[in-house]
């Protein structure tokens, strides 16, 4: 008896946390700009976006959303810092490196401005950004930035931000697998069509200094790949030097790091027993996903969006 009375009221509290994170917390709308849809709070600041000023020495890691931003902002870290994890745990991926459009007023305990943050920030310093190219301030290409891409296969980037949907309360409601897998295909999600992104920037990628990487390629052999990051930030890394942050950017290493796995930051927004922001780290996770005829659809769509563009994907290794 004395179970079930607890049993209820732990039903009971947790129905009230629920409420009070729906109360408190309400889930973006979509706004165009420029005919990219982005969240309302990025589109209410987009002018001051825009007119963001880059310096020469800034590095931005640019990627479609969940496309291994994070893991590759810790690459970059480790690799600035010489391996040095410490120093890696001055702060959380989303204080050490701004994330350059996002704003965030509400609730105050997920206040958070990129701009502001990047602009009060010593250089050298390293960013992120998920806008498409198109969109990218201009101030960065002028300035000739470093600038590393990161895109990931189709099927596992919508996986991915499905889950990421469900858990971030600061991103509009995805509704069903279904829904979301025509959202994805239609671009009808924060920072529109993934197709256009990883084209537009591969295009881009021709006339400006910006390494593009593949997860699945980083997945296959993190070593080879962050050896490339490396050089192209023109640094020299030790064997040791290298392990340790092979070692240190695993999937399973970064899953239990507090400074690099989201469980410090975007208290009420972020639910992580819904989805972890670290969910599985994996190539070919769409198999899970996918009915036969979702993927077939899929496919028949992706020939047609993809037929213009000399880029390849690997959906499995
Ligand atoms: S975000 O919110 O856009 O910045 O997300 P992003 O970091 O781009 O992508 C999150 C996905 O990357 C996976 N991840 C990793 N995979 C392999 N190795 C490491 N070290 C790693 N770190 C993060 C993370 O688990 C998300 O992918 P899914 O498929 O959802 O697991």
Same mark, same amino acid.
């Not at 899970?288 to 979702?294: L, Y």
């Given at each position: 008896? /004395?179970?079930?009375?607890?049993?209820?009221?732990?039903?009971?509290?947790?129905?009230?946390?629920?409420?009070?994170? /729906?109360?408190?917390?309400?889930?973006?709308?979509?706004?165009?700009?420029?005919?990219?849809?982005?969240?309302?709070?990025?589109?209410?600041?987009?002018?001051?976006?825009?007119?963001?000023?880059?310096?020469?020495?800034?590095?931005?890691?640019?990627?479609?959303?969940?496309?291994?931003?994070?893991?590759?902002?810790?690459?970059?870290?480790?690799?600035? $810092?010489?391996?040095?994890?410490?120093?890696?745990?001055?702060?959380?991926?989303?204080?050490?490196?701004?994330?350059?459009?996002?704003?965030?007023?509400?609730?105050?305990?997920?206040?958070?401005?990129?701009?502001?943050?990047?602009?009060?920030?010593?250089?050298?310093?390293?960013?992120?950004?998920?806008?498409?190219?198109?969109?990218?301030?201009?101030?960065?290409?002028?300035?000739?930035?470093?600038?590393?891409?990161?895109?990931?296969?189709?099927?596992?980037?919508?996986?991915?931000?499905? @889950?990421?949907?469900?858990?971030?309360?600061?991103?509009?409601?995805?509704?069903?697998?279904?829904?979301?897998?025509?959202?994805?295909?239609?671009?009808?999600?924060?920072?529109?069509?993934?197709?256009?992104?990883?084209?537009?920037?591969?295009?881009?990628? @021709?006339? @400006?200094?910006?390494?593009?990487?593949?997860?699945?390629?980083?997945?296959?052999?993190?070593?080879?790949?962050? $050896?490339?990051?490396?050089?192209?930030? /023109?640094?020299?890394?030790?064997?040791?030097?290298?392990?340790?942050?092979? @070692?240190?950017?695993?999937?399973?290493?970064?899953?239990?790091?507090?400074?690099?796995?989201?469980?410090?930051?975007? /208290?009420?927004?972020?639910?992580?027993?819904?989805?972890?922001?670290?969910?599985?780290?994996?190539?070919?996770?769409?198999?899970?996903?996918?009915?036969?005829? $979702?993927?077939?659809?899929?496919?028949?769509?992706?020939?047609?969006?993809?037929?213009?563009?000399?880029?390849?994907?690997?959906?499995?290794?």
């Amino acid at each position: 008896m /004395e179970f079930v009375l607890i049993d209820m009221f732990s039903l009971a509290m947790d129905k009230m946390k629920d409420l009070r994170l /729906e109360e408190t917390v309400i889930r973006s709308e979509l706004f165009d700009v420029d005919g990219v849809p982005l969240a309302e709070p990025i589109a209410r600041i987009w002018d001051q976006v825009w007119k963001f000023k880059a310096r020469p020495d800034d590095v931005l890691i640019a990627t479609y959303a969940k496309a291994g931003t994070t893991w590759t902002q810790e690459i970059v870290d480790m690799i600035q $810092q010489n391996g040095d994890t410490e120093k890696c745990k001055r702060e959380t991926t989303y204080k050490r490196h701004p994330f350059l459009e996002w704003y965030c007023a509400e609730p105050p305990s997920a206040r958070y401005s990129g701009l502001e943050l990047a602009e009060a920030m010593p250089s050298p310093r390293t960013m992120k950004t998920h806008l498409p190219v198109q969109l990218l301030p201009p101030s960065f290409l002028e300035q000739n930035c470093k600038i590393i891409y990161v895109a990931r296969n189709a099927k596992d980037n919508l996986v991915s931000y499905y @889950h990421f949907h469900r858990m971030n309360k600061g991103l509009p409601d995805p509704g069903t697998w279904e829904e979301f897998v025509q959202k994805f295909m239609t671009g009808k999600v924060p920072w529109g069509s993934w197709y256009d992104h990883v084209k537009g920037w591969w295009k881009a990628k @021709h006339k @400006h200094r910006i390494l593009y990487l593949f997860y699945e390629d980083m997945k296959e052999n993190p070593k080879r790949e962050i $050896q490339k990051i490396a050089k192209f930030l /023109e640094k020299d890394l030790s064997e040791e030097v290298l392990n340790k942050i092979v @070692h240190n950017t695993s999937f399973e290493v970064m899953k239990e790091n507090p400074m690099a796995n989201y469980t410090k930051d975007f /208290e009420g927004i972020m639910d992580h027993s819904i989805s972890p922001f670290m969910r599985k780290g994996i190539v070919a996770d769409w198999k899970n996903h996918f009915t036969v005829a $979702q993927n077939k659809k899929f496919d028949e769509d992706y020939e047609k969006k993809m037929s213009d563009t000399s880029l390849v994907f690997r959906m499995e290794l």
